[in-house]
């Protein structure tokens, strides 16, 4: 299982994709890697996975092996041309692919219940396009949507079994944790 994360260095000019291998159901590291390409590709709202692709799928390519599944930190299918982050990623890499926000883009939703485990779907015309999920009690939800390979409710599963008291699940966090360092 992979988490994924992307900051930026230099001022935007240099992209740092960070990718975390994390072994299911076990959560315990056993690969990373971090790449760095000068940035390609300007900021426009909503094409974000353009900028970052580059320096992700070259992160992947220094991993031993590559994962079963990717938890990426942005957006699926709840983005407003249907394509963020993880859908981008997983259908280049043929690996099912989630989603997991901090905030939402796109889609409206009522607030889910306190306790860990909550959600609530998250619409946009008429389609559930994922969901708002809490990962801890009382805690800010996540937006999470699927893409390739893995339906909606199987994404919250696998989210929610990869957190461990923290509000992101254990493998965006430590790519977060490389991406940021």
């Known amino acids: 299982m992979d988490g994924i994360d992307v900051g930026f260095e230099q001022g935007g000019s240099i992209t740092r994709a ?5 072994s299911f159901p076990g959560l315990v590291p056993v690969g990373q890697s971090i790449a760095r390409l000068p940035t390609s590709f300007p ?3 909503g094409l974000l996975s353009f900028r970052e692709i580059p320096a992700v799928l070259k992160a992947m390519e220094k991993l031993e092996s590559l994962p079963d599944l990717l938890l990426c930190d942005g957006q699926g299918i709840a983005h407003p041309r249907r394509c963020g982050i993880a859908c981008h990623l997983g259908l280049l890499m043929d690996i099912p692919s989630i989603g997991v926000a901090k905030t939402r883009l796109t889609g409206t939703h009522e ?5 860990e485990g909550s959600r609530v779907p998250l619409m946009a015309d008429g389609e559930r396009i994922g969901s708002v999920l809490r990962t801890r009690t009382d805690v800010k939800p996540l937006y999470i949507s699927p893409e390739h390979r893995i339906c909606i409710d199987t994404a919250d599963e696998f989210v929610l079994r990869c957190t461990t008291g923290f509000r992101l699940p254990e493998t965006t966090r430590h790519a977060h944790k490389l991406a940021s360092s």
């Open 111 to 115: 607030e889910p219940p306190g306790p």
């Open 43 to 45: 900021y426009v709202h």
């Open 18 to 22: 960070a990718v975390a291998l994390l």
